[in-house]
């Protein structure tokens, strides 16, 4: 098993060193991705013998994970492993992480902070990730504990198939999103993510809310027509019901009850504009899907 390891990075210059240090032996390969580090975070991964793809300026660290898959793409690899350069992640993690792709049971197995191997995650942490996979797993459909972890492998087909877009934190939800809509088969394996003083660059209410942006952004592209057709068909529908009494009181009482008139005729054109907007949305992504 050829193990690729993918590190996005930004002004890790004090812990890169050791991470890839540790790497040997585990990994064939390593790509860093330096964000427009400042703290000669590239200089230390290079001079270490890693593959190194620097970012003319700061893109975040959807952006980091893009360039890593682009750079795999054209490498040689079984598994492609994600982990973070502020030592959040361990080593001695990465072999149970790949062995469901190994036994060829898995194409993304996420390493799981909530699968019984204990980590200290602060309190308002662990609730907003429970929030944040609670939505992912509606829009999968399936039963995922730590949608948020960035210690993942991927299979070489699970690499060739997705190309993730979000350039924020909202790439993990992006990618499970895709590879339920590919059919890539998505597992999970205990693992130990510690936290420290520095291991976050961005606060935790941003990072929550530009996540639900893009889990809501993703699951309007991956289902158009449950997303926008269903709310859009039921309003459709509440708008008919009061237009329709509206009508039938006027009917036979001539007296025009002017707040149903409004709530009906503002629910019927609500209703129509997202149904017209779900079928827009299927449409769209359909042809460019078959380009
Ligand atoms: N490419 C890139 N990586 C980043 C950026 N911000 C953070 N990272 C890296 O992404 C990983 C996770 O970031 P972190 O802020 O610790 O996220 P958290 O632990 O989920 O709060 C670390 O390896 C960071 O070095 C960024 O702007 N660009
Ligand atoms: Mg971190």
């Known amino acids: 098993m050829r193990i690729l390891v993918g590190i996005p990075a930004f002004n890790e210059g004090g812990n890169i060193g050791r991470i890839i240090k540790e790497l040997e032996g585990t990994a064939s390969g390593i790509i860093v991705c330096d964000d427009c580090s400042t703290d000669g975070t590239a200089k230390v991964a290079s001079s270490m013998g890693a593959e190194v793809v620097r ?6 660290y959807g952006a980091g994970i893009g360039s890593i898959f682009k750079k795999a793409k054209g490498m040689e690899f079984d598994v492609l492993v994600t982990m973070d350069a502020d030592g959040q992640h361990r080593v001695e993690d990465v072999p149970a992480l790949v062995k469901p792709i190994e036994d060829g049971e898995a194409d993304i197995v ?11 995650i602060p309190r308002y942490r662990k609730a907003g990730i429970k929030v944040l996979t609670s939505i992912t797993n509606a829009s999968t459909g399936k039963a995922i504990t730590d949608s948020q972890s960035g210690l993942r492998a991927y299979s070489r087909k699970a690499v060739d198939s997705l190309a993730p877009a979000d350039r924020g934190m909202g790439v993990s939800t992006e990618i499970l999103i895709k590879a339920s809509g590919a059919g890539l088969r998505v597992t999970e394996v ?7 003083p ?4 961005s606060h935790p209410v941003s990072h929550g809310v530009s996540v639900l942006a893009s889990t809501i952004k993703f699951t309007s592209i991956e289902h158009p027509l449950k997303f926008y057709g269903i709310p859009g068909i039921l309003l459709l529908g509440i708008g008919l019901f009061f237009a329709s009494w509206v009508i039938s009181e006027y009917a036979a009482s001539g007296y025009l009850i002017t707040n149903m008139a409004i709530v009906g005729i503002g629910a019927v054109l609500f209703g129509t504009v997202l149904l017209v907007t779900s079928i827009l949305l299927y449409v769209l992504v359909s042809v460019v899907r078959e380009r």
């Open 55 to 60: 970012h003319e300026k700061n893109s975040g």
């Open 110 to 120: 996420i390493g799981s902070r909530f699968m019984g191997k204990e980590s200290d």
């Open 190 to 196: 205990p693992a130990v993510i510690l936290y420290g």
């Open 198 to 201: 520095d291991t976050s660059t």
